[in-house]
């Protein structure tokens, strides 16, 4: 059974940094891109960043570039998500996803993780 759990959100203010962690189970860490995605209240679920199990190349969103970073650790399949300098319209539950390598489509999905970042 896979499992991406993710953890490490919470409430911050404006201005101030966040790391988020997502352990990953059940699945062979090597053959997956993982990614990040969020949701914000009455929005539709959008891109954030994503990074291959080479991590030669990352991606980001226009919105997150310059203060989001985006890492594995493929020894401890654990794939984390750098915030800095946070702003409101950051606010979000945080998903963390998996896909083939050579598919375009996320395959696993986590629960979600809550950020909030007060003005």
């Known amino acids: 059974q896979v499992q991406l759990v993710e953890s490490g959100g919470g409430l911050v203010q404006a201005g101030d940094s966040l790391r988020l962690s997502c352990a990953a189970s059940g699945l062979t860490f090597s053959s997956y891109t993982t990614g990040w995605f969020r949701q914000a209240p009455g929005k539709e679920r959008e891109f954030v960043t994503a990074i291959p199990w080479s991590r030669i190349t990352t991606d980001y969103a226009d919105s997150v570039k310059g203060r989001f970073t985006i890492s594995r650790d493929n020894a401890k399949n654990t794939v984390y998500l750098q915030m800095n300098s946070l702003k409101p319209e950051d606010t979000a539950v945080y998903y963390c996803?998996?896909?083939?390598?050579?598919?375009?489509?996320?395959?696993?999905w986590g629960q979600g993780t809550q950020v909030t970042v007060s003005s």
């Open positions: 996803a998996a896909r083939p390598n050579r598919q375009l489509e996320y395959a696993y």
